[in-house]
């Protein structure tokens, strides 16, 4: 048994290590030196994304009557980023250092000594209250505090494709945020489903910026996904379903396991003009705090509106009801999943002091998220019949669920390794096994062992 509970404030530099300890996150391109703000995902942590990806999908598309997935390409006709905005106005505000020549954020920076800035407000109100304040911000680098004036810095990350590239007119991007591809494709949804407005569509999708200081592990990188809803509703009938998403959007990190203390509102100051509202969840991210882990945007016509301008297309759609035709509103929720993953891993992280005096840490993660759901132990390595026992067990259950064998090391410390690792049950063949076909299971959360029959735990 164990006496106490979850560590009151875990580092982000223990969750670095532990990611990398035990296979979690790896540093893009580490044999090379390692590229800032990239990150790849090793054997439990892709199982961990996975598991967050399907809890998503459950909850956004398989429960809901009114709702769809969709997986667009990445490369999308440039023009597509123009009507966005993206090409003309995704930028952040920056400033160097003179001394050093470190880029900085100015609008983080600002927040950073309790003035609030955002990239949404005019250059010339950001430029400003930097001038007035930029004797009081520091140089990451050199603590110096002398920097050029601001300016935007576009954040599409530019690429080259076939044809677009051979006419040499237009670069191409890689995609700025994953939902774009579900406004070219909500009238194809409408066509070929019997879906009717007011309907969503879900998507989860690649994004990637050239964010000029990526940081904060998995929180900032220059490559990410998006897991992100788009409810298309008639106009001015925004405001029921609005609240309705929003509270089911937080309603989900708390039914997978986060603490709803380590959640919160935040709600954007400063609308870009056609939006109607936009609030942040926020999480406590260990040793930084609150910031944004998803976007709740009630966004009115623009996406469809913009569209239909650059395209040409008809994006209107016509009540078959009623037959009053209009551009229909959109309500987004956008998440990127390595924020996602960063909040299910620091929430679980939990050391707890043993009764003999010794510590353990282990990843209390909910069930369904949990990268291997059982771990399969033979007592002894050496007594093949054992061996043989575990590896038929491993044969069976893994059909069902994420199985590991492991016959390494006493079987304390193979409790220790999925302790780690978030595995809720621990399966231990012994000699009895032998005698009776029973196994000892072994709970992550009470480390209570209990002895059940290998039928019934296959039923
Ligand atoms: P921020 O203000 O932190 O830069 P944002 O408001 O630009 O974020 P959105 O464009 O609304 O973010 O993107 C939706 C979600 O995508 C965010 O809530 C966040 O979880 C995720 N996201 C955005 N930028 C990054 C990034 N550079 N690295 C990881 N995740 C990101």
């Not at 810095?153 to 051979?166: H, R």
Request: charged share 30%; net charge neutral.
């Amino acid at each position: 048994m164990t006496k106490q509970s979850k560590t009151p404030a875990v580092s982000m530099d223990e969750i670095v290590s532990l990611c990398k300890r035990r296979g979690f996150i790896y540093q893009g391109s580490e044999i090379y030196g390692g590229v800032a703000g990239l990150y790849d995902f090793g054997p439990y942590g892709v199982e961990l994304l996975n598991n967050i990806k399907k809890a998503f999908w459950r909850s956004e598309v398989q429960l809901r009557e009114n709702y769809v997935g969709l997986d667009s390409a990445m490369f999308k006709d440039p023009r597509v980023w123009v009507a966005s905005g993206h090409v003309g106005g995704f930028s952040d505000p920056l400033a160097e250092c003179k001394e050093c020549h470190t880029r900085i954020r100015v609008d983080k920076e600002l927040g950073k000594i309790g003035v609030h800035a955002d990239e949404k407000m005019e250059m010339q109100e950001i430029i400003d209250l930097f001038t007035a304040n930029a004797k009081k911000i520091k140089c990451p680098t050199c603590k110096k505090s002398t920097f050029t004036e601001p300016k935007k810095f576009n954040l599409l990350v530019k690429s080259n494709l076939g044809d677009f590239t051979e006419q040499g007119s237009e670069p191409v991007y890689l995609p700025g945020e994953a939902c774009q591809g579900i406004y070219l494709n909500y009238k194809n949804v409408l066509d070929t489903t019997r879906l009717k407005i007011p309907f969503g569509i879900a998507q989860i999708g690649k994004a990637f910026r050239n964010e000029i200081s990526p940081r904060n592990f998995l929180f900032r990188t220059r490559e990410f996904e998006q897991a992100d809803t788009q409810y298309f509703v008639p106009p001015n009938q925004n405001e029921k379903p609005y609240q309705e998403i929003k509270k089911s959007r937080f309603d989900w990190y708390v039914e997978y396991g986060i603490n709803p203390e380590n959640l919160r509102w935040n709600q954007h100051t400063h609308l870009v003009f056609y939006a109607k509202d936009a609030w942040d969840i926020e999480y406590n991210f260990p040793s930084y705090g609150f910031d944004e882990i998803e976007g709740v945007h009630d966004r009115s016509d623009y996406d469809l509106s913009q569209h239909m301008k650059h395209s040409g297309a008809d994006l209107t759609y016509t009540d078959p009801k009623t037959n009053e035709k209009y551009i229909p509103w959109i309500i987004e929720t956008s998440a990127g999943l390595g924020r996602m993953f960063l909040a299910f891993l620091s929430d679980a992280y939990t050391v707890e002091t043993l009764e003999n005096g010794d510590t353990r840490t282990v990843l209390k993660l909910h069930k369904n998220l949990a990268p291997i759901k059982y771990a399969i132990f033979p007592l002894l390595k050496n007594k093949p019949e054992l061996v043989k026992k575990a590896r038929d067990l491993f044969r069976d259950l893994s059909k069902y669920h994420a199985c590991e064998f492991d016959d390494n090391g006493n079987i304390g410390k193979r409790y220790r390794r999925q302790d780690e690792i978030g595995t809720p049950t621990c399966i231990c063949i012994d000699f009895q096994t032998l005698e009776d076909n029973t196994v000892t299971l072994r709970d992550r959360d009470t480390t209570q062992q209990t002895r059940v029959k290998i039928q019934d735990l296959l039923k």
